[in-house]
């Protein structure tokens, strides 16, 4: 149980395009998402918290116009990358929370979209 | 900045040997837990150890836990070339979690 699905799990695109990634919880309900981005060898950098209904919490530094993330459905979580540039190429990840589980709970992930902007 | 430390960056072991892995914290935690990640993909729960713990196994993993030093060590015993991943620690903060810089360890047939 408790699987995450994340689309596509890479993704090609020109620069100016934007790009759509979604993440699924597949056998659970999560009220809360979790975007990050990872750089080659390198830790997972929180971009955002996505909680389903309201909008999504931004961490410093992460431009919200650019990264564009709802979270209509208990289920499902997106992100779109608008206007895409050659530096927002990378590894972008997402996990999610049970809605059943407390903060302390381990997280689910997806395995992960890479992007590469051209 | 909330991220504690990992040590060492990359491990490269024979099979058969034990890899071991440290991660320091730097606030007071109610749990600490380590993933792993294979290259390419998402991150992987492996055992959970709460602070009220010192010591925690699971098949091949121990995990040990000092609060007073604000550190915890992951160990894997007779490693296997399936092992070969990177290694995060990860401790809460808030409703989120901080992942550590990980371990990538390499097990060599």
């Known amino acids: 149980g408790a699987v995450v699905s994340q689309h596509p799990s890479w993704v090609i695109c020109k620069s100016g395009t934007s790009v759509k990634i979604e993440c699924r919880s597949l056998?659970?309900?999560?009220?809360?998402m979790f975007w990050y981005r990872q750089f080659p060898k390198q830790s997972l950098m929180l971009m955002a918290t996505?909680?389903?209904?309201?909008?999504?919490?931004?961490e410093q530094g992460v431009e919200k116009d650019k990264f564009l993330i709802n979270h209509a459905s208990l289920t499902l979580s997106t992100l779109t990358v608008t206007s895409a540039h050659p530096e927002d190429s990378s590894f972008y990840i997402c996990?999610?929370?049970?809605?059943?589980?407390?903060?302390?709970?381990?997280?689910?992930f997806g395995n992960g979209t890479r992007l590469t902007v051209t | 900045s909330q991220q504690g430390e990992e040590d060492p960056q990359a491990l490269s072991i024979q099979e058969g040997e034990n890899a071991t892995m440290n991660c320091s914290y730097k606030?007071?935690?109610?749990?600490l837990q380590w993933y792993r990640q294979n290259s390419g993909r998402g991150l992987v729960h492996l055992i959970l150890?709460?602070?009220?713990?010192r010591e925690k196994h699971s098949g091949r993993l121990r995990v040990t836990l000092d609060t007073s030093k604000k550190s915890s060590s992951l160990l894997i015993t007779a490693s296997r070339a399936a092992d070969t991943a990177s290694y995060f620690c990860?401790?809460?903060?808030?409703?989120?979690?901080?992942f550590g810089p990980g371990t990538r360890l390499s097990v060599l047939p």
């Open positions: 150890i709460r602070s009220n713990e």
């Open positions: 990860a401790q809460n903060y808030g409703q989120n979690f901080v």
């Open positions: 056998d659970f309900q999560a009220t809360t």
């Open positions: 996990s999610a929370r049970n809605l059943t589980s407390s903060y302390n709970s381990p997280l689910h």
């Open positions: 606030t007071s935690i109610n749990n």
């Open positions: 996505s909680n389903e209904g309201s909008k999504a919490t931004y």
